[in-house]
């Protein structure tokens, strides 16, 4: 009887489905910034999951706490991300990203703020 080895770890298909189907889902509700904010950081961590698919153990659990983070909604009002959640989704999207050595896939920005602010802040 041949018995089927299963990985312990997550296929980065699997999470990239689940980035996927989180940014469907907010397409319903979110428009302008906040719709275009979440189609970046799922870009960000698409790429992130392929980039660290054969890295460390320890990068791809950063990349996976990324994802997590990103798709629980943990600070959700109703169905939908509430700004505050993507400002924070947003950060650790880029703090993965920055420790990862992918500053490319920065994410700048942030909903409901205008450049200035967003210029402000990147220099300080």
Do not use: W
Request: net charge positive; hydrophobic share 45%; glycine share 6%.
């Amino acid at each position: 009887m041949a018995v089927e080895e299963r990985s312990s770890r997550p296929s980065p298909d699997i999470l990239i489905r689940k980035v996927d189907s989180h940014v469907t889902a907010l397409r319903v509700g979110l428009h302008g910034p906040d719709l275009e904010l979440a189609e970046r950081l799922a870009s960000c961590l698409r790429e992130l999951v392929v980039s660290t698919a054969q890295a460390s153990a320890a990068d791809r659990a950063q990349v996976r706490a990324a994802v997590h983070y990103f798709v629980l909604r943990r600070e959700s009002r109703g169905r939908l991300l509430s700004v505050r959640s993507l400002a924070a989704a947003q950060r650790l999207v880029n703090k993965a990203a920055s420790q990862l050595g992918r500053p490319d896939l920065v994410v700048e920005g942030c909903p409901g703020r205008g450049s200035a602010a967003t210029d402000a802040a990147a220099h300080s």
